[in-house]
């Protein structure tokens, strides 16, 4: 259970986010407008995006039918908080501590109808390395997986393993959709053998995201 202070945090980070997110431009590209998030007729995939980036991508689809993947540690707590107050579900755990209930949690989301955002190297990194758990829940589940390039003109960088990024006011926001492709995996070894080349794609991603700024 969140405690008073952590709480009084998760209030005014909330209207803070709020605040300078009203500023912020975004510029969504997708080659597929159905992987999209959505308010209504949500597609169920998974969305996987760096733990770095996770602040925009929270602004942008609020509202929308999205559970999101986060760790059940402190900061955690908070991030959840924050996450509610902007209308996401959440699943508690982590793809790489205790994965097996995480993945459980992530399965069943995504039956309820939701999309699910993980964030592939959190909770706790190397920043940028891409675990294998979101293509093993994907590949249980029968759904696509969206790899999501995030990229913002101006922002602040957090000395957070990650170097978590606050964009700044009135950022330009670039966010490039992957087409969804399905988990071609069937063993945990075979999709942790995956993941190097989901990692590079991602990467790559964010570097047509940075162009598109």
Same mark, same amino acid.
């Given at each position: ?32 407008? =159905?992987?999209? @998030?959505?308010?209504?007729?949500? #597609? $169920? ?24 993947? /986060?760790? =059940? ?5 908070? /991030?959840?908080? $924050? ?10 755990? =982590? ?5 097996? =209930? ?5 399965? #069943? ?10 964030? @592939? ?12 758990? +979101?293509?093993? +829940? ?5 759904? @696509?997986? $969206? ?18 990024? /606050? ?5 330009? /926001? ?40």
């Amino acid at each position: 259970m969140i405690d008073l202070r952590s709480r009084a945090l998760v209030t005014a980070g909330a209207g803070a986010i709020r605040a300078l997110s009203s500023t912020w431009r975004f510029r969504q590209i997708a080659d597929d407008p =159905s992987v999209v @998030p959505r308010a209504r007729d949500n #597609r $169920v995939v998974i969305y996987a995006f760096w733990h770095a980036h996770m602040l925009p991508l929270l602004a942008l689809h609020r509202g929308h039918r999205v559970a999101v993947l /986060i760790s =059940s540690h402190r900061d955690g707590e908070r /991030i959840a908080g $924050v996450a509610h107050r902007f209308g996401f579900e959440t699943v508690r755990g =982590s793809t790489t501590r205790g994965g097996a =209930s995480a993945i459980r949690g992530m399965e #069943r989301a995504l039956a309820d109808g939701y999309a699910v955002a993980v964030t @592939p190297d959190g909770p706790r990194g190397p920043a940028g390395q891409f675990a294998p758990g +979101a293509l093993i +829940a994907a590949r249980r589940a029968g759904v @696509p997986i $969206v790899l999501t390039g995030v990229a913002a003109d101006r922002a602040w960088r957090l000395r957070s393993w990650d170097r978590f990024m /606050i964009p700044k006011l009135f950022a330009r /926001i670039a966010v490039v959709y992957d087409d969804a492709t399905t988990v071609a995996a069937d063993t945990p070894r075979d999709a942790a053998a995956a993941a190097a080349d989901y990692q590079t794609r991602l990467l790559t991603l964010d570097g047509f995201a940075r162009a598109a700024c």
